[in-house]
Structure formats: structure tokens, C-alpha cells
């Protein structure tokens, strides 16, 4: 499996940015795919994820009513708007890839086997 992230950049606070997270490499049908992010000192934690089978969307409550993952199975490709975006939002995005999470381990980093590599995204204030 392959991933490829892209679409990172620098933005001004309440600007928007769009990125992509293209798969390789396997019919990812039964696949939860992730989005999670790193800033400097920190821990990686989960921003969003959705579930190829039934398109079900999962977020964190700090990205709740600002970003939107979407899927589109012909491209094998996910997508994260990130909208209203803010300073806290820097970080470095990766996507992810499992096969058998399920809902109470979506969130954790350690459970995705498959991962992109990052993609910047710098808000400025």
C-alpha cells in the first residue's frame, strides 16, 4: 500500500486549504482511511477518518464544523478540507490506512498500518 499526500502550504488564519491523499497498491474497499497530525513537540493525533465501505466520517471535536473528509472511490483518493483554519491547525497533515480498526481505535495513531508521508500546513496568525 502507497499513500501520497499532498495539497500542504502556508495560509493566513481563517483561510482554507485542501488536501489530497492519493492509495496505491491494494482495492481499499474495507479500508479506514486517516488523517492525522504532528506539530513540533507534540504528539501526532487524530483529525479526521472515513470509512471507504459506508463513507461514515469521523472527526476531532477541535476540527468539528471546520474540516470535511470525502472520498472518491474512482481516484483512490481522500480529501480533507480544512476551512476556518487557525494557528493551532500547524502542523505536519499525514494520511493513514487500516483495515481493521474499529470504532473505538480510529482515533489512535499506532493502530493504522499504513501511512503517507507528511505534508505541511502552516497557519499564520
Known amino acids: 500500500v502507497q499513500l501520497q499526500a499532498s495539497g500542504g502550504g502556508l495560509v493566513q488564519a481563517g483561510g482554507s486549504l485542501r488536501l489530497s491523499c492519493a492509495a496505491s497498491?491494494?482495492?481499499?474497499?474495507?479500508?479506514?482511511m486517516g488523517w492525522f497530525r504532528q506539530a513540533p513537540g507534540e504528539e501526532r493525533e487524530f483529525v479526521a477518518a472515513?470509512?471507504?465501505?459506508?463513507?461514515?466520517?469521523y472527526y476531532a471535536d477541535s476540527v468539528k464544523g471546520r474540516f470535511t473528509i470525502s472520498g472518491d472511490n474512482a481516484k483512490n483518493t481522500v480529501y480533507l478540507q480544512m476551512n476556518s483554519l487557525k494557528p493551532e491547525d500547524t502542523a505536519v497533515y499525514y494520511c493513514?490506512?487500516?483495515?481493521?480498526?474499529?470504532?473505538?481505535?480510529?482515533?489512535?495513531?499506532?493502530?493504522?498500518?499504513?501511512w503517507g508521508q507528511g505534508t505541511q500546513v502552516t497557519v499564520s496568525s
Open positions: 472515513i470509512r471507504w465501505s459506508s463513507s461514515t466520517t
Open positions: 493513514a490506512a487500516d483495515s481493521r480498526l474499529i470504532l473505538s481505535t480510529i482515533h489512535r495513531y499506532k493502530e493504522y498500518d499504513y
Open positions: 497498491g491494494r482495492t481499499f474497499s474495507r479500508y479506514t
